[in-house]
């Protein structure tokens, strides 16, 4: 089983970029497909980007399309979130989380980070 550990979140002003990072252990990360997922207090996780074994094919929330990108470094066993133009309805819990097939439920996911906390001011 692949263990995940995301880092980078905090604080950002509305505008602002974070770059989030989901680094693996235990197995390659290039075995897996790798999804961002967020969720807010009183909300449900919801889907935020997904990327393929490669790279070479993504997948993104409509709320996040154009402002985030996922990539990879199979290499450095690493996929990171870049987040632009951030927004407060953006602030929530993020997670990283590997699964073997194309998913954008979270219930489609093996493994899970603990996740890092992303908080947009206004």
């Known amino acids: 089983q692949v263990q995940l550990v995301e880092s980078g979140g905090g604080l950002a002003r509305t505008g602002g970029s974070l770059r989030l990072s989901c680094v693996a252990s235990?197995?390659?990360?290039?075995?897996?497909?790798v999804g961002w997922f967020r969720q807010a207090p009183g909300k449900e996780r919801e889907f935020v980007a997904v990327?393929?074994?490669?790279?070479?094919?993504?997948d993104y929330a409509d709320s996040v399309k154009g402002r985030f990108t996922i990539s990879r470094d199979n290499a450095k066993n690493t996929v990171h979130l870049q987040m632009n133009s951030l927004k407060p309805e953006d602030t929530a819990a993020y997670y990283c989380?590997?699964?073997?097939?194309?998913?954008?439920?979270?219930?489609?996911?093996?493994?899970w980070g603990q996740g890092t906390q992303v908080t947009v001011s206004s």
């Open positions: 989380a590997a699964t073997t097939f194309w998913a954008v439920v979270p219930s489609n996911y093996d493994a």
């Open positions: 990327i393929s074994w490669s790279g070479g094919r993504t």
């Open positions: 235990g197995r390659s990360i290039g075995g897996y497909i």
